[in-house]
């Protein structure tokens, strides 16, 4: 079973920057769409981003292209750049891998985003 683990999350102030990771192992990045999701409480987990196996790129209509999602197959890794960011960003963001039989969650890292 592929194991995900998020890090990276942390606190910083309106219009800074973080970069999560998402370190993949027990299996190849490289069978997997992955996905950046984010929950607050009381709140549905919701979408954020997502990168296909070829390297394709999407996006929630929020991120308005301040957020980079990028994958490293040689690491087993996937990024998030987030840029300029908003105390409507705080949340519990979740890395998830999606292959052809299988999916799984990573535990999540804590962004707060004050002043």
């Known amino acids: 079973q592929v194991q995900l683990v998020e890090s990276g999350g942390g606190l910083v102030q309106p219009g800074g920057s973080l970069r999560l990771s998402c370190a993949v192992s027990?299996?190849?990045?490289?069978?997997?769409?992955m996905a950046w999701y984010r929950q607050v409480p009381g709140k549905e987990r919701e979408f954020v981003a997502r990168i296909t196996t070829t390297g394709k790129a999407q996006y929630a209509d929020f991120v308005q292209a301040r957020f980079t999602i990028s994958r490293d197959n040689a690491k087993n890794t996937v990024f998030l750049q987030m840029n300029s960011l908003k105390p409507e960003d705080t949340a519990v963001y979740y890395c998830?891998?999606?292959?052809?039989?299988?999916?799984?969650w990573g535990q999540g890292t804590q962004v707060t985003v004050s002043s």
């Open positions: 027990r299996s190849s990045i490289n069978d997997y769409n």
């Open positions: 998830n891998a999606r292959g052809v039989v299988s999916s799984a």
